[in-house]
C-alpha cells in the first residue's frame, strides 16, 4: 500500500526566521491521524534566516536526525559538543536519558535549509550521544547511499533504532529497486525532481509512506534528489 501526502498538505508554519512544513504533528499543529509512521515521529522541512535557530531546550529519549541540504547549522548541547553541520552533512542526537541543546544557523549572512528527523529509541534512558558525518554528493547519484544506518560507520552515522536513511540523486530515465523486508515501512520525500514509485508518481517536496510492498521499483522522471528511509 502507497499513501501519498502531497506537498501542498503538508502544515506550514512562516515565523519571519523560521519558515517550516510539517508532515507530522508538530508543535502547535496537531492532527490525531498524523502522529507519526512506525517509529517516525517528525519531519520538519525547516528554512532558517541568517544568525537564527533555536536556543538552548531539553529533550530525552529521541533519536534527531538533521540532513542539512544547504548552509550549515551550528549544534551546542550540555554535554559539550559544539559543531558544523554543513551542506552534506548529517547530524545524529540521541536525547536519550536527558541532553539540552541549541541549533543555529550557522552563517550571519546566508539562509540555510534542512530536514529535521525525529525517531523513537530502541529503548529508553540511554546514554544521551552525538554525531555528526559528512558524505561525497557524487556517491548517491543513481544509487541509495546509506547515510544513517544502526551500524553506522565511515560517512555513516549510527541511530539506536532498527532503521536507515537513504539519500539518492537519480537522472532521469535510471531506475532503482528496493527490496524490502517484512513488516517493515518505507517513509519516501523528493527533495527536488519528480519520480515514480511501483508507478505512483511524486513530485517535488511530495512523500508517500508504504507498508506491505515487498519491493519498490524508483524511477526518475526528471533528475531527481530524494530521501528513503527504511523503517520498521
Not at 172 to 195: D, P, T, W, Y
Request: charge should be negative.
Amino acid at each position: 500500500m502507497i499513501q501519498v501526502f502531497p506537498a501542498h498538505t503538508r502544515n506550514s508554519t512562516d515565523l519571519g526566521w523560521l519558515k517550516s512544513h510539517k508532515n507530522f504533528s508538530f508543535g502547535d499543529y496537531f492532527d490525531e491521524e498524523n502522529v507519526g509512521f512506525g517509529v517516525m515521529r517528525v519531519c520538519n522541512d525547516d528554512d532558517i534566516a541568517a544568525g537564527r535557530g533555536f536556543g538552548p531546550h531539553p529533550h530525552s529519549d529521541m533519536e534527531i536526525v538533521s540532513i542539512v541540504l544547504s548552509g550549515a547549522i551550528k549544534h551546542e548541547d550540555s554535554l559539550g559538543h559544539v559543531a558544523v553541520t554543513a551542506a552534506n552533512g548529517v547530524q545524529r542526537m540521541s536525547a536519550g536519558s536527558g541532553v539540552i541543546h541549541a541549533e543555529y544557523n550557522a552563517s550571519e549572512t546566508e539562509p540555510m535549509s534542512l530536514f529535521q528527523l525525529w525517531f523513537m529509541p530502541e529503548k529508553r534512558g540511554m546514554e544521551p550521544s552525538f554525531e555528526n558525518v559528512t558524505y561525497e554528493p557524487e556517491a548517491m547519484i543513481n544509487t541509495l547511499l546509506p547515510v544513517v544506518t544502526p551500524e553506522g560507520g565511515e560517512h555513516v552515522a549510527k541511530i539506536h533504532q532498527d532503521m536507515s536513511i537513504y539519500l539518492s540523486k537519480l537522472d532521469a530515465g535510471k531506475e532503482l529497486i528496493f527490496n524490502q523486508g517484512e513488516n517493515r515501512r518505507i517513509f519516501l520525500m523528493v527533495i527536488s525532481g519528480k519520480l515514480a514509485a511501483n508507478e505512483t508518481v511524486l513530485e517535488t517536496k511530495d512523500s508517500a509512506r508504504m507498508q506491505a510492498e515487498s519491493s519498490v521499483a524508483i524511477r526518475g522522471l526528471e533528475d531527481t534528489h530524494f530521501m528513503l528511509i527504511d523503517l520498521p
